[in-house]
């Protein structure tokens, strides 16, 4: 049973009464204090109670709703730490998400589907969080394949950080011709006769890829709103009851930022979300930070929607590209002015800042900057700030991050590219890309996310899989045992870390009193389900702030209501998001004896109704026409 009965409980005090109650579960808090418990009560949002069954059992009255955890494993809620979640929410339902999908030809099925049922105007768009090789296939579709599939309809397929796929009708709706220039840092491939193929190229840049996209048509406000709640339930699914928004190209603030404003303003955000401001227009950069630091701080807001700093860029010139098939790009030698007002302007007005950096050229730059206004007293000046990404640090910038203050922030994007990285730049630097042992051996905050949605999954699963494991989608093993992680740090990682990024290390990331109410009863057991089940598991029931916010299996029905999915050709109202697949552990021949022993059940099922006289004694004869002669 998924609830207890709570008839015949004598009176509570109502000032005690628990809002929620959760018993008969496997807690792992994370608090040394008591790490291990099987109950915890909730009430106006926060743990009143966290112990055994007896401890909560007092705090039960009829208005209480009591969940059965059916000695599941339960978790504090998971804390993406680099997440664009608002920039993902306003477009989810508009995207055919090949998450999960585990052939090419399932994926061209799918689109071929969705081609049928998009209405004229709009297009089939795959925006990232698959990669070609968790394909049994090891391919991206080809050309001639999207034209075949979708002959009228226009189709993008975005291929990571490198490259996106159209098909004639996405190139024209476009305007894509034979006179179309290369944009800077980008490549339009053309056929022998100068006509565009179909390809596009991050060379290295990506910004191709995006402002490509970004002319597809977008949903209205009612529908921004609607899609953005479908996303944050989508992550609620697998757990996830906070996020980090590193915000992004092309999510201008503030205007991008109206639809989970609004959504925050009524109530019906299912997610906490800590957001990050990106200067959107380059030679701009200064201005926008100056008008912003005079409109909000850093801190304003509330427990569900606040700020929480500048980033992931300050300045464009100061970003490096992650487009691993192409080499490293060259920033320019003088980006250092620029980028030094940025942070001399931010440290001024006591914001704090995350920093997109892939490569060590890049980190070390940045780090004399930060060195050379720490020596006047004016950094980090007690804000709070981090590097992102940060594949190839090297050991001697982590220790001058220390040394000043910084934290960091690793995303599993190495699941999606490290086959890439391994071909350009060998396994034996593969094995440390990026150096997560290092960084924690270095006492770090060391916050773990996605990236999602352009590149990787926003499964968080795939990314604790791929911190314990060192493994790609495509099963490649990158990381030696050295630089992976036990399962419990990874947890850590996901949950109190990126509490710690967002200074509510207090409230957020553990189980116990006076914490916030976040908690995900899961499918599987983390600490104990085989490693490569890992990436399988899912919330059963996910409860945020002391509300329900995500209910399956047994729990169905118990999550709060949301609108309809719309509109109604959306591929999600047809296939929903990250395609959920068979477990390893129950593939093959473990996966026959388990139908065996359904077949054996469903023999015993007939024989019982058969001595109830539901069904004729004898079975009935099987007629097959295969087997006449």
Known sequence: MATMPVAGLPPVSAEHVADVVVRNAKLYTGDPARPHASAVAIRDGKITVIGDDADVVPLISAQTKVVDALGRRVIPGLNDSHLHVIRGGLNYVMELRWDGVPTLRQALAMLREQAGRTPKGQWVRVVGGFSADQFAEKRLPTLAELNAAA?????????LYQSALMNRAALKAAGYTKATADPRGGQIVRGRDGEPTGMLLAAPSALVLYSTLAAAPTLGGEDMKT??????????RFGLTSAIDAAGGFQNFPDNYGTVIDLARDGQLSLRIAYHLFPQTAGQEIDDLRRWVGMVKPGDGDEWLRLNGAGENLTWSAADFENFSQPRPDLASDYEESFEGAVRLLMEHGWGFRLHATYDSTIRRDLDIFE?????GLFPGGNRWLFDHAETVSRDSLDRIVALGGAMSVQNRMSFQGEAFVRRYGAGAAAEAPPVRAML??????GAGTDATRVSSYNPWVALHWLVAGRTVGDLTLYPPENRVSRETALTMYTQAGARLTGEEEVKGVLK?????????????????PEQDIPHIESLLTITGGRIVYAAAEYEGLDE???AISPAWSPVAHYGGYQATVKPSIAGARQAELLGQAVAESEQHRQWRA?????????????DTCFVL
Do not use: W
């Open 151 to 159: 002959p009228d309809t226009p189709v993008f397929v975005l291929n």
């Open 227 to 236: 899609s953005t709640r479908h996303f944050l339930r989508e992550l609620n």
């Open 372 to 376: 050379k206004l720490a020596a006047e």
């Open 441 to 446: 051996d270095r006492g770090l905050t060391v």
């Open 513 to 529: 009193p006076g914490f916030y109410g976040d908690l995900a009863i899961l499918s599987d057991d983390f600490f104990t389900v």
């Open 561 to 563: 209501a949301i609108p």
């Open 611 to 623: 001595q109830r006289g539901f069904t004729p004694e004898a079975p009935a004869e099987i007629f």
